[in-house]
C-alpha cells in the first residue's frame, strides 16, 4: 500500500500498484475488465498477508466486477512447505472462505499439476 493510498494494508508479497505498474482497482472502476483473480497462494492466518483477510479485502474492492480467488494449491505438496500447507484443511478451508464471502464468484487454482487426479478422470 505504499503508494496506493487505496491498496490493501498487507505487509508482504509483490503488489499490483507498486510493483507490477497495474492500477488494477481504476480498471475495476471504470468497467475496463470484466473479472480479475487475485493470486492469494498465501495460508489462512499468515503473518505478513492472511489469505482470509485479502479474500475480503478484494470482495470489498470489486467494483461491480467479479473476482475469482487464485488458489496457490501447488504450496501444498512443495517439499519445503509450511505447516500450516502441510495441514489437510487448509485449501479445503480457503475455498469455503472464498465460497461464503459475498461478492467472491469463485475458485481457480493453480498448477493443475499438483492436484491428485482418480484413474480414469484424466
Known amino acids: 500500500m505504499s503508494d496506493d493510498t487505496q491498496g490493501s494494508d498487507s505487509k508482504g508479497g509483490l503488489t499490483n500498484y507498486?510493483?507490477?505498474?497495474?492500477?488494477?482497482?481504476?480498471?475495476?472502476r471504470k468497467g475496463w475488465i470484466d473479472y480479475v483473480t487475485p493470486q492469494l497462494y498465501r495460508e489462512?492466518?499468515?503473518?505478513?498477508?492472511?489469505?482470509?483477510?485479502m479474500v475480503t479485502w478484494?470482495?470489498?474492492?470489486?467494483?461491480?466486477?467479479?473476482v475469482y480467488i487464485g488458489h496457490g494449491i501447488y504450496r501444498a505438496t512443495e517439499?519445503?512447505?509450511?505447516?500450516?500447507?502441510?495441514?489437510?484443511?487448509?485449501?479445503?478451508?480457503?475455498?469455503?472462505i472464498a465460497r461464503?464471502?459475498?461478492?467472491?464468484?469463485?475458485?481457480?487454482?493453480?498448477?493443475?499439476?499438483?492436484?491428485?487426479?482418480?484413474p480414469g478422470l484424466e
Do not use: C, M
Not at 489462512?44 to 483477510?53: A, F
Not at 478484494?58 to 467479479?66: D, K, L, T
Open 18 to 28: 507498486d510493483h507490477l505498474y497495474a492500477d488494477i482497482l481504476l480498471w475495476l
Open 44 to 53: 489462512i492466518n499468515d503473518r505478513l498477508v492472511p489469505y482470509e483477510k
Open 58 to 66: 478484494w470482495a470489498a474492492h470489486s467494483f461491480g466486477r467479479h
Open 79 to 96: 517439499a519445503n512447505t509450511t505447516a500450516a500447507w502441510r495441514n489437510p484443511n487448509q485449501l479445503p478451508d480457503q475455498i469455503k
Open 100 to 118: 461464503y464471502t459475498p461478492g467472491i464468484e469463485g475458485s481457480v487454482f493453480t498448477a493443475v499439476r499438483s492436484l491428485k487426479i482418480t
